[in-house]
């Protein structure tokens, strides 16, 4: 059982989170009924992530052992059988698909996209250039856009450019890393054959300029007491700056264990959504 639950990768779980952040942007947090659907739609892309990271580690068991970390995973390690995981593939998106389907159809329709690009990137769309990042930072911005689907709330065009660009930035944040650690041939990852440092320095380091950009313009969009969304750009640059070096560093693989282990960018998080949070107190 533990090595089933380790298969879902408990530590990426929090990613879900994102669902918040529509409800968190209208100010809507302090209404029982949009938090209570932004749960459960975080409890269904939960639940679908984790069906997404079983498969994935069913067919990719053979890399994985080349890898320095990867090879402990459960399925890789030989803990838990290919045929055990995508039994549990099929569980979990059954329960997933149910959750979102109580909710709404915008819902059920969000996660299915989802499902769709996780499938095309899990089946081939990982070893192709530009591909796989795209595939990664959509998985973010699908997440993002959950909120709107669950909770009814609008969304701007501004804010689908800053979540885009945050989460291109994430994904060729991570590749990289990945780079700069292993290096094109270490043979764990076939798509870094793809790509040169430079490349992805170039990917990274514009998609952080353009979303730190569009996070200025979308803030200042915001018709409801404006300041406090705009002193939450702050943090927000600084976040983006801070996470820079860590790329540059080599260690951005793995976003959630950043801003765990990282004081600053935690305080910074913490910041930024405490800003929101008194917005929505005040209106």
């Known amino acids: 059982m533990q090595s089933l639950i380790a298969l879902t990768r408990p530590s990426q779980w929090p990613k879900n989170l994102l669902v918040l952040a529509v409800p968190l942007a209208a100010g809507e ?5 949009t938090v209570g659907n932004s749960i459960l739609a975080a409890l269904a892309f939960t639940t679908l992530s984790a069906a997404t990271y079983c498969a994935n580690d069913a067919r990719d068991a053979a890399n994985d052992r ?3 970390q990867k090879k402990v995973r459960p399925v890789a390690s030989g803990r838990v059988s290919p045929r055990a995981a995508l039994t549990l593939t099929l569980l979990l998106t059954v329960c997933g698909f149910a959750v979102a389907a109580s909710i709404s159809w915008q819902l059920l329709i969000t996660c299915g996209s989802y499902v769709v690009v996780q499938t095309a990137y899990t089946s081939g769309l990982k070893h192709v250039q530009l591909a796989d990042i795209t595939c990664i930072a959509l998985g973010f911005v699908i997440r993002a856009l959950a909120g709107s689907a669950a909770t009814g709330l609008p969304v701007s065009s501004s804010f689908v450019i800053v979540v885009t660009a945050t989460s291109f930035f994430i994904a060729s944040a991570k590749r990289g890393s990945e780079m700069e650690r292993l290096g094109a041939d270490a043979g764990t990852r076939r798509v870094l054959a793809a790509y040169s440092p430079e490349y992805l320095r170039l990917l990274w380091s514009s998609s952080m300029t353009i979303s730190i950009i569009a996070y200025v313009i979308w803030s200042s ?15 927000f640059a600084l976040a983006m700056l801070r996470y820079a070096s860590h790329v540059t560093s080599g260690d951005a693989e793995e976003p959630e264990k950043i801003i765990l ?20 107190a005040s209106l």
């Not at 947090?29 to 009924?33: G, K, P, Y």
Request: aromatic share 6%; proline share 9%; hydrophobic share 60%.
């Open 221 to 235: 969009e915001i018709p409801d007491e404006p300041v406090f969304a705009q002193l939450t750009v702050a943090p």
């Open 29 to 33: 947090l302090t209404n029982a009924h």
């Open 66 to 68: 080349l890898h320095p």
């Open 261 to 280: 282990k990282d004081r600053a960018l935690l305080v910074l998080a913490l910041a930024w959504a405490g800003i929101f949070v008194v917005r929505a």
